[in-house]
């Protein structure tokens, strides 16, 4: 395809900011190619630049092409395209805070992925008064040897909190977690020396094959059995960073050999059900996770957990909890949806499953209480409630699945409502 002459000035300034903000973006995680930068630049030319809505949209239609990348391009856009005050926060947010620099607020999502491509290759200077007066100063040796190593650190860290390299760190380390559980007895039987109960059945037919005469009595024990694995996973707005990290965990459960879990199901929901349980099935992760993304398409959407939860019982229960399944539900109960009966549709979920364990993000708020009417009729009708925004909370969790008597912080909870 040939496209038509741009009529741009002599020393085109536009084009050279649209092709260094191209550059952040992909140092920010968003895939831009050269392609998308000459597309942009002639879309610019088409719509205009008196509008700074129509620009921002032209330029997200030509760079943006999944709902993940949203928040880092509308971050790397607030930053790139003059937002003095931001950019003062977002320079002190990258120096040391030994000197005294401390943020007037917490950062936001993937404020501090915007900031480290945008200053990637720059060094914070230190101004000269303060440099001269450290060499005044006495200096003091630390012995840092038990401080938190990195990982330890990025443990312990918010995913929403994480940069791109951290986030990037945390995947690998998510991917050699591990998620097993221990068989319940099944109420069919397995041959034993020392069982538990008579096999009548065994017994009587050797009895047969000595004329009648009963020379031993076989005994069995009850066979062992593995649960399924059902997780349902909130992908809205305000669950979005959270769920991508929570599937990288689920795709190494799900592709783990000899885990102990019979099937591994996984669903996501925002506005509506969808599953994704063959995807996960894939053996590399971002092809599983970028198929998921593109049939779940109500990323970063609304919040229906009612209708959500209701199509799962009326058209999946059955056949994926039937068995006995352990379900893990990952969201942060702020429901919307007025349509249907939430505690109903969580008692429905609760007598379904074996265990029904609850991880909401918010629990990493020290204040956190059940005020929300979602949460409030949640909480209820779920085995445990935990926390599910870092690394160290998924390692807990595999201590809470084969703990029947561990309820994380609902008993806590109940008391407030």
């Not at 997200?60 to 856009?77: D, G, N, T």
């Not at 937002?83 to 000197?99: C, G, S």
């Not at 039987?189 to 094959?209: F, Q, Y």
């Not at 000899?258 to 590399?284: E, K, S, Y």
Request: with cysteine.
């Amino acid at each position: 395809m040939e496209y038509p002459d741009l009529d741009l000035p002599e020393q085109p300034k536009l084009g050279h900011n649209i092709t260094h903000f191209a550059r952040a973006l992909r140092k920010a995680g968003v895939p831009v190619g050269p392609g998308r930068v000459i597309d942009a630049i002639r879309a610019v030319e088409a719509v205009g630049f008196t509008s700074r809505s129509d620009f921002f949209y032209t330029l997200r239609a030509c760079f943006v092409s999944r709902p993940e990348h949203r928040a880092v391009f509308a971050q790397v856009f607030r930053l790139y395209w003059r937002d003095p005050r931001y950019m003062e926060h977002m320079m002190a947010m990258m120096l040391p805070a030994i000197r005294g620099v401390q943020e007037d607020r917490s950062a936001q999502a993937a404020e501090k992925r915007a900031a480290e491509a945008l200053l990637d290759g720059i060094e914070p200077e230190v101004p000269e008064a303060e440099s001269q007066e450290a060499d005044e100063e006495t200096r003091i040796d630390i012995d840092a040897s038990l401080t938190m190593s990195r990982d330890e650190r990025l443990r312990t860290l918010d995913f929403e909190q994480m940069s791109t390299a951290e986030i990037a760190q945390a995947k690998r380390m998510l991917a050699r977690l591990r998620l097993p559980v221990k068989p319940f007895a099944s109420r069919r039987g397995m041959a034993a020396t020392t069982g538990t109960r008579i096999d009548a059945r065994k017994t009587l037919r050797a009895a047969m094959r000595q004329g009648g005469e009963m020379r031993r009595i076989h005994l069995q024990k009850p066979r062992p059995r593995w649960p399924n694995l059902v997780v349902l996973c909130d992908i809205s707005g305000s669950m979005s960073q959270y769920s991508r990290m929570v599937l990288h965990f689920l795709h190494a459960v799900a592709n783990e050999k000899g885990a102990g879990w019979a099937a591994v199901h996984a669903f996501t929901f925002g506005t509506r059900l969808t599953n994704i349980t063959r995807h996960m099935a894939a053996r590399d992760v971002d092809a599983a996770l970028a198929a998921a993304g593109a049939e779940a398409q109500d990323w970063e959407g609304g919040t229906r957990i009612a209708a959500c939860l209701h199509a799962f019982n009326r058209d999946w229960s059955r056949r994926v909890t039937g068995q006995g399944a352990v379900v893990l539900l990952i969201t942060d109960g702020l429901d919307r949806d007025d349509s249907h009966d939430l505690a109903r549709e969580m008692q429905r979920l609760h007598l379904s499953s074996r265990r029904l364990i609850w991880l909401n993000p918010l629990l990493r708020w020290d204040g956190f209480a059940p005020r929300a009417t979602g949460i409030r009729a949640m909480l209820p009708h779920v085995d445990a409630f935990r926390a599910g925004h870092s690394i160290a909370t998924l390692e807990d969790l595999a201590a809470a699945i084969s703990a029947p008597e561990d309820t994380g912080e609902k008993a806590r909870l109940m008391a407030l409502l």
